[in-house]
């Protein structure tokens, strides 16, 4: 089993729809992070939490340290969201991140 | 500030052959780290730096795989004598060590061996 765990694999929607994304964690952390990776390769840090809620524009990521879950959601959905979504941790006591699989996302015109 | 930046973007190479690839990270940053991502897979830890220490190292990481920052900013990391299970994309990342940094995240260098 994975340290980092996320779920769905992959997922399409249609234009608008409200996404969620989850992450579950198995190890002790400092910090969760939540990706974007476009084709082509290039990764932009969507969020950095250590605890509760924070929102930028349609996207909101949520943690819950007691549970080891993280959920990013995206509001309004659009086409430009296609992306691969992807939740990495740092846990406790090293700065190393371990990522997960990540969450291919298609939005539908 | 321009970002990470990684040279070259795409490396091909023989099998037996020895690759190079550097990383620059952003400029005030003191954290910087490399991770290879293979197809359909989130990035894997390889190693990181703190200032020109070398903190950790994967145990992923075979003796054929070495990385220096010597003077604390850019970073390379080789491969010596490379084998077609090395093909993927080199992802170096840094931070600037703060508690709550972001990383931030280079354009990777793909690596293809034939």
């Known amino acids: 089993k994975n340290e980092v765990e996320q779920s769905p694999q992959n997922l399409t929607a249609q234009e608008g729809e409200f996404i969620t994304i989850n992450c579950s964690y198995s190890?002790?952390?400092?910090?969760l992070h939540w990706l974007q990776q476009h084709p082509g390769g290039g990764i932009v840090s969507l969020f950095m939490?250590?605890?509760g809620k924070k929102k930028h524009g349609r996207l909101i990521a949520t943690i819950n340290i007691q549970e080891k879950h993280s959920s990013l959601h995206i509001t309004a959905s659009h086409p430009r969201d296609s992306a691969v979504y992807i939740c990495?941790?740092?846990?406790?006591?090293?700065?190393?991140?371990?990522f997960g699989t990540g969450t291919r996302l298609k939005v539908l015109a | 500030d321009t970002g990470v930046s990684q040279d070259p973007r795409h490396k091909i190479t023989k099998r037996g052959q020895n690759v190079t690839f550097r990383c620059d990270p952003i400029?005030?940053?003191?954290?910087l780290y490399w991770y290879r991502q293979t197809l359909g897979q989130g990035p894997e830890f390889l190693t990181y730096?703190?200032?020109?220490?070398?903190?950790?190292k994967s145990r992923l990481l075979s003796d054929r795989f070495s990385a220096e920052r010597p003077k604390g900013s850019f970073s390379t990391l080789e491969i010596q004598r490379t084998e077609q299970g090395d093909s993927a994309m080199y992802l170096c990342?840094?931070?600037?060590?703060?508690?709550?940094?972001?990383?931030?995240f280079g354009n990777g260098t793909r690596l293809t061996v034939t």
């Open positions: 939490l250590s605890s």
């Open positions: 730096f703190q200032n020109e220490a070398q903190l950790e």
């Open positions: 990342a840094s931070s600037s060590g703060h508690s709550n940094s972001p990383l931030h």
């Open positions: 990495a941790v740092s846990g406790s006591g090293t700065y190393k991140y371990i």
């Open positions: 190890v002790g952390i400092s910090a």
């Open positions: 400029s005030e940053h003191n954290r």
